[in-house]
């Protein structure tokens, strides 16, 4: 679709198989074809559906359609500074299909994707395939399928890696029209005043312990994909984005400590702060679709309906979307991958993305920029670098590999924190000077990790974002 024919690609360039044109499978195309390497992109979509997707568009956000904070003393932030330092073509659309959401980067989630499609298919060193993969790939390739790949291709890795079963369980929170909000009973603002890009329900103490109730008994549906239900407690679930009926099953307290903590928020017209607040944030660029913001649910879409229509100027709520949970997999990356995110014994072959274990949207953009330039690399003979254990990039991906973790402990996915990076050498007083800190120091190896990666460059002309 993108080449009309193989003779518009450059006849030196090496072919590269990249699965799957999620987040990650995208910009390792991208970056493998700023190089000169021709590449050929496989999408199962439309063919294949996985139950969570909605479009067959490439680099399609299923969850929320935030990459997090831009703010450099948070990880997220840090770790999208790194990946714009490191040339990324999917952190520069995202910006150009922003949409306002205070301090995060939130995108329009079909322009993004629209985007996204349109510069893929005007390069032409890049192919994109509709097609299933179902067999293991040969090198030179970039394992990229995410974590809903087809349950065929998921048996050829088991088979081919001899990899366990790894996997867990995500879910999504429900999108609502503005224009069936009452705005009457919302007010806009942001935490601490910073800006007012969101739309808050403020919750008394009665309301909440009302909402509370009904969402801990209120009815799960099938998990998408799995043939048995699963009853609560017996499902394996992402710690760093957890259902709301999870967390409240854990104590009703937990979600206003969590995704409803009302600190920061006050209603600006009457200074009145509450108990919990519950926060939308615009879905598109036009501001029509609203996300109800870390509200992640496998409730019936008649239990959603209920639960959030009691809520004050959500009584006519119209769902363009419903929350829904779906399981992830992922590779054990202890055992199988190097810190450049090859598999060990199966040189030229990369994992990137959810697949390998990293958890989150930034997270799958950078290790897919990583594979598709350390795979570039080893087509001319260069050896794959491995990024600074001082970077978040590096931290993530070392610790993918299993670096620095005890013995036998078991794989699971890995979202980029401050944590994993090594301590400062110098005493900093105040977390979030701290954490500043550690993003400069990670910025800095960066920079000369990228000066390293592009001093044997292959260029490709005009191709820079």
Sequence with gaps: MVAESDETRNANAPAVTVVGAGLAGCEAAWQLARLGCGVRLFEMRPAVETGAHRTAGPAELVCSNSFKGRDISGSHGALKAEGRLLGSLLLHLAEECAVPAGAALAVDRERFSRAVERTLTDEPLIELIRREVTTFPDAPAILAAGPLLSPALAGELRSELGSRRLFFHDATAPVVTRESLDESCLFAAGRHGRDGDY??????????????????????????????????????????????????????????????????????????????????????AAGERWGLVGCQTRLTPPAQRDLFRRLPGLERAEFVRYGRMHRNGYLDGPRLLRPTLELRGRPGVFVAGQLSGAEGYTEAVVTGLLAGVSLARRLIGLSPLTPPRESLLGALTRTLAGEGLAPGTAAGPVSANFGLTPPLNVKVRGRRHRRRARALRGLAACRAFNHRLRSTPLPHPGANP
């Design 199 to 284: 739309l808050n329900v403020g919750l008394s103490r009665e309301d909440y312990a009302a909402f509370i109730e009904v969402l801990r008994n209120a009815p799960r549906a099938p998990v998408a994909g799995i043939e048995e239900d699963l009853s609560d407690g017996d499902y394996a679930v992402f710690e760093g984005c957890l259902p709301l009926e999870v967390l409240a099953g854990r104590s009703p307290e937990a979600p206003r400590f969590g995704p409803l903590r009302p600190v920061g928020l006050r209603n600006p017209a009457t200074g009145e702060s509450y108990h919990a607040v519950l926060q939308l944030r615009a879905e598109d």
